[in-house]
């Protein structure tokens, strides 16, 4: 059993929480297809213990490529003057009672914990692995074209209502025959802004990409801890969105347009979509790809 800390850089000096570290291999023990990886989000140092050391009390719960959950033991969560591990587990699939926080369970017992752990952080099947990463994703790219807009408007807040009001001056003027208007000074200071070219391309290749996942044209690539890539195919069937998810040992076994794209996309910026070709994300999903459907389209 060993828990992946690569997160971490080297000089962070790490070490498991023991009874975290206990937690995982009894699980582990009776369901080996599990997991670890450590979060940086619960991790400090302990009292009592080796000074020099960054004890983490929280890891990541992988059943083979899916993420089933998070494990989270520390002391004194509850009560003074005790050394009592508290075990938390945590999982979409516990649902508590009313007036409790509905995907986690405590304990102080080590075997309830496991208990608890064995029952919730079985595999899901193919189809809710693929349904679950794309909705993680879609979000993502979702957030990503709200991000493009926010920089465009705020190169000036009333643009808009300007905006509209200067394209009924055009149309006016176009009805009557009469010459353009001057445009307002505050739309031509935006369009003139250093930042408006590319925040605008920006955004519209956003939406390009996103339109292309709308329309079920692409493929989601996450990269897993074991090397292997999920492949989650999207199609588009009628109102319904379908998904179809498949498994390949390394990037030689992808189609060659995929390598192509995938190859241009480990090049640029997490997050800075690429028309026709798709996006790398960022953050949590840094090893996650959406690759554009079709050929590469060049524009001179």
């Known amino acids: 059993m060993k828990c992946d800390t690569s997160r971490y850089n080297l000089e962070d000096n790490v070490a498991i929480y023991q009874p975290l570290e206990n937690l995982m291999r009894h699980l582990w023990e009776k369901m080996p297809s599990l997991s670890f990886v450590a979060h940086k989000g619960r991790s400090a140092k302990i009292f009592d213990v080796d000074p020099d050391k960054h004890y983490i009390f929280q890891a990541l719960v992988f059943n083979g490529i899916e993420k089933v959950g998070m494990l989270t033991v520390e002391y004194g969560r509850f009560r003074t003057d005790t050394d009592v591990p508290i075990y938390t587990i945590q999982s979409s699939r516990i649902k508590q009672k009313k007036g409790y926080k509905r995907d986690e369970k405590i304990t102080i017992h080590l075997k309830g914990a496991v208990k608890v752990g064995l029952s919730v952080f079985q595999r899901s099947s193919d189809e809710e692995v693929a349904a679950s990463i794309?909705?993680?994703?879609?979000?993502?790219?979702?957030n990503l074209v709200s991000h493009t807009a926010y920089h465009l408007r705020g190169l000036g807040s009333n643009v808009p209502i300007d905006l509209l009001r200067y394209l009924g001056d055009v149309k006016r003027s176009m009805a009557q025959g009469s010459s353009i208007p001057p445009m307002p000074i505050n739309i031509s200071?935006?369009?003139?802004?250093?930042?408006?070219?590319?925040?605008?391309?920006?955004?519209?290749?956003?939406?390009?990409?996103?339109?292309?996942?709308?329309?079920?044209n692409g493929t989601l690539l996450r990269y897993e801890k074991d090397n292997t890539i999920t492949m989650v195919t999207l199609r588009s069937v009628g109102m319904q969105s379908v998904q179809s998810l498949t498994t390949v040992k390394s990037t030689d076994e992808l189609p060659e347009m995929y390598q192509t794209k995938l190859g241009m996309l480990k090049i640029v910026e997490p997050n800075q979509p690429i028309e026709s070709i798709g996006v790398r994300?960022?953050?949590?999903?840094?090893?996650?790809?959406?690759?554009?459907?079709?050929?590469?389209?060049?524009?001179?």
């Open 189 to 216: 200071n935006i369009i003139n802004h250093v930042n408006f070219d590319k925040y605008l391309a920006n955004h519209r290749i956003a939406e390009t990409v996103h339109t292309e996942w709308v329309r079920g």
């Open 134 to 142: 794309v909705k993680d994703l879609y979000k993502q790219l979702d």
């Open 281 to 300: 994300f960022a953050g949590d999903f840094d090893n996650c790809y959406f690759i554009v459907n079709g050929d590469i389209l060049t524009t001179c």
